[in-house]
C-alpha cells in the first residue's frame, strides 16, 4: 500500500472541550473533513473550532470553522 500524499491537520478548539494539537492526514481523511465542510452542518458545541490543513511544505490548502 503506497503512502500517498501527507497533509499536516492542525486542530484549535476552544468550546466545550479544549483540545489542540496537530497531525499527520493522508488524502482520504482530509476528503472526508472537504465533505463535512461542504455541508456545512455545524454542531454549537464545534462553533469556536479551526481546523487548518497543510501540505508538507507548510502551505495552508484548507481551513474549516468549526470541527
Not at 462553533?47 to 487548518?52: F, K, P, Y
Request: with cysteine.
Amino acid at each position: 500500500m503506497s503512502e500517498g500524499e501527507k497533509y499536516l491537520l492542525e486542530m484549535v478548539c476552544e468550546g466545550y472541550e479544549n483540545h489542540e494539537g496537530d497531525k499527520w492526514i493522508g488524502e482520504e481523511e482530509l476528503q472526508k473533513i472537504k465533505d463535512q465542510a461542504a455541508s456545512s452542518d455545524i454542531p454549537e458545541s464545534c462553533s469556536m473550532c479551526r481546523l487548518t490543513v497543510k501540505n508538507k511544505d507548510g502551505n495552508v490548502l484548507f481551513i474549516k470553522e468549526g470541527c
